[in-house]
């Protein structure tokens, strides 16, 4: 397995989140309120919204198949437990569904991890980017807490 990938196309993302999910997961749906907002994500099973650092915008996502260890560059880092039953994860923006962005993973649990950071071309405001890294570090029992 490859150490690290990029998904294509990138991630149009809107209303503050993105989800991943497993393909387990029955439609992926988000109960996404305030607190949510405020601790980052919002999960359930075989599936996670993240918070992204703008409202709207484009991301680059780029999946690693090891534990996130260099934080430094990233503006957010969130780890959560992450069940993967089958082991073909999606991931995809608020508005974009049904896209076809997904890969595979060894079915098991994880620690899912997801960094973010801002992309600056140039100067302008409208112009929102980010970068996504996704960490999916297999883990031999499922964690018991974000």
């Known amino acids: 397995m490859n150490t690290n990938i990029n998904l294509l196309p990138k991630l149009d993302f809107a209303h503050n989140q993105f989800g991943v999910y497993d393909y387990s997961a029955e439609y992926p749906a988000f109960d996404w309120k305030e607190e949510h907002v405020l601790q980052g994500f919002a999960r359930g099973e075989s599936q996670v919204a ?72 140039d100067e302008k405001e409208e112009d929102y980017e980010e970068a996504i890294h996704l960490y999916f570090e297999l883990l031999a029992a499922p964690l018991e807490k974000s």
């Open 50 to 121: 993240f918070c992204t650092l703008f409202g709207f915008g484009v991301a680059e996502i780029s999946i690693f198949f090891y534990a996130c260890e260099e934080l430094q560059e990233y503006e957010r880092v969130i780890a959560i437990p992450f069940h993967a039953p089958s082991g073909t994860i999606s991931v995809e923006g608020t508005e974009e569904y049904p896209i076809e962005r997904s890969f595979a993973v060894s079915p098991g649990h994880y620690r899912l991890t997801a960094a973010q950071y801002a992309v600056w071309e």
